[in-house]
């Protein structure tokens, strides 16, 4: 009787472990493309990544880059101080977008031009997201906002 219940315990234990791990493999496999890794431009320029490749980039909008072509095109720089990018965009962009201003976008890099899926602009005069922060503040150009 005492074999019987250790027996079923450790069939219990390693159908629990079996469970877990593939649980764990199967969100795993459903979160690969979802996860989306913020770069700077000064990132990008030093280590491209692919043209496959999904990723945020953050920074400020350059000034004097900012060119609406036709139709929703849109093309413009970001910087953080120490590179800056080509970006392209087709969409309408947020109202509290302007140059010289924070953003993070999310797409691929393509022969040396970011091509845009999804533009963010900050919400506030006050708020930028921290990984834009980060960059700026390591390339030395990052400025306290006022008020």
Same mark, same amino acid.
């Given at each position: ?56 980039? $953050?920074?400020?909008? %350059?000034?004097?880059? &900012? ?9 413009? !720089? #970001?910087? @953080? ?30 022969? $040396?031009?970011?091509? %845009?899926?999804?533009? &963010? ?9 921290? !990984? #834009?922060? @980060? ?13």
């Amino acid at each position: 009787m005492k074999n019987l219940k250790k027996q079923r315990r450790i069939q219990v234990i390693a159908l629990a472990v079996v469970a877990l791990t593939i649980s764990t493999a199967l969100i795993g496999y459903a979160m690969r493309d979802g996860i989306n890794f913020f770069r700077a431009p000064s990132q990008i320029i030093a280590e491209p990544p692919g043209p496959t490749e999904v990723f945020r980039i $953050g920074g400020l909008v %350059a000034e004097g880059t &900012l060119v609406r072509g036709q139709g929703e095109s849109i093309r413009f !720089e #970001v910087t @953080d101080g120490g590179a800056s990018v080509p970006v392209v965009f087709t969409g309408v962009l947020p109202d509290l977008f302007t140059e010289n201003e924070g953003m993070v976008g999310t797409g691929s890099y393509v022969n $040396g031009v970011f091509q %845009a899926t999804e533009i &963010l602009a900050k919400h506030d005069e006050k708020y930028m997201p921290a !990984e #834009v922060v @980060d960059a700026l503040k390591e390339q030395g150009v990052y400025q306290e906002p006022k008020g």
